[in-house]
């Protein structure tokens, strides 16, 4: 039986993480390009990931005490902690997501997250097309307010 490791970049029904790179929307500031990344696992135009054109699905980090500043985007999403701590906030809506919390992101709503905890916060992300609109999902996420200062301490293991 071969691994996953044998089947990089040949499947078209499953990836593992450990087979897709790091990386961070080019459009946001370094300051947050820093203390935030992601692997694309399902859907997309990245390369290396399962085509599918009507969702996007992959993992998301946040270095311990990192800010990922108010942002929105078209798309609706859902989040689900894995680990780590998070204050986070939905519209005016902020509260304390840990390990076993899912959080809806309706089309456009403003949210942020605040790493709260001393480990990176891991979680899984997934944007669909709603009503089949993928128009939304080739529109990526804006800044809702500048990047804060991040704190010294805002650095992934491997940093």
């Given at each position: 039986?071969?691994?996953?490791?044998?089947?990089?970049?040949?499947?078209?029904?499953?990836?593992?993480?450990?087979?897709?790179?790091w990386?961070?929307?080019?459009?946001y500031?370094e300051?947050?390009?820093?203390?935030?990344?992601y692997?694309?696992?399902?859907?997309g135009?990245?390369?290396?990931?399962?085509?599918q054109?009507?969702?996007?699905?992959?993992?998301?980090?946040?270095?311990?005490?990192?800010?990922?500043?108010?942002?929105?985007?078209?798309?609706?999403?859902i989040?689900?902690?894995?680990?780590?701590?998070?204050?986070?906030?939905?519209?005016?809506?902020?509260?304390?997501?840990?390990?076993?919390?899912?959080?809806?992101?309706?089309?456009?709503?403003?949210?942020?997250?605040?790493?709260?905890?001393?480990?990176?916060?891991?979680?899984?992300?997934?944007?669909?097309?709603?009503?089949?609109n993928?128009?939304?999902?080739?529109?990526?996420?804006?800044?809702l307010?500048?990047?804060?200062?991040?704190?010294?301490?805002?650095?992934?293991?491997?940093?």
């Amino acid at each position: 039986m071969a691994t996953n490791k044998e089947n990089t970049g040949a499947s078209r029904s499953h990836a593992h993480v450990s087979d897709v790179q790091w990386t961070a929307s080019p459009q946001y500031p370094e300051e947050l390009r820093r203390v935030y990344r992601y692997k694309p696992l399902i859907g997309g135009r990245w390369q290396g990931v399962i085509p599918q054109e009507d969702i996007l699905m992959g993992v998301l980090e946040l270095a311990p005490g990192a800010i990922y500043a108010a942002h929105a985007h078209p798309a609706p999403e859902i989040y689900y902690v894995m680990s780590g701590t998070a204050r986070w906030t939905v519209g005016d809506e902020t509260f304390d997501a840990e390990p076993g919390t899912a959080i809806y992101h309706a089309p456009n709503a403003l949210h942020r997250m605040i790493n709260s905890g001393d480990e990176t916060l891991r979680v899984c992300w997934m944007w669909w097309a709603p009503d089949g609109n993928r128009e939304v999902l080739n529109i990526g996420s804006r800044l809702l307010e500048p990047v804060p200062e991040q704190p010294v301490s805002a650095k992934f293991p491997s940093q």
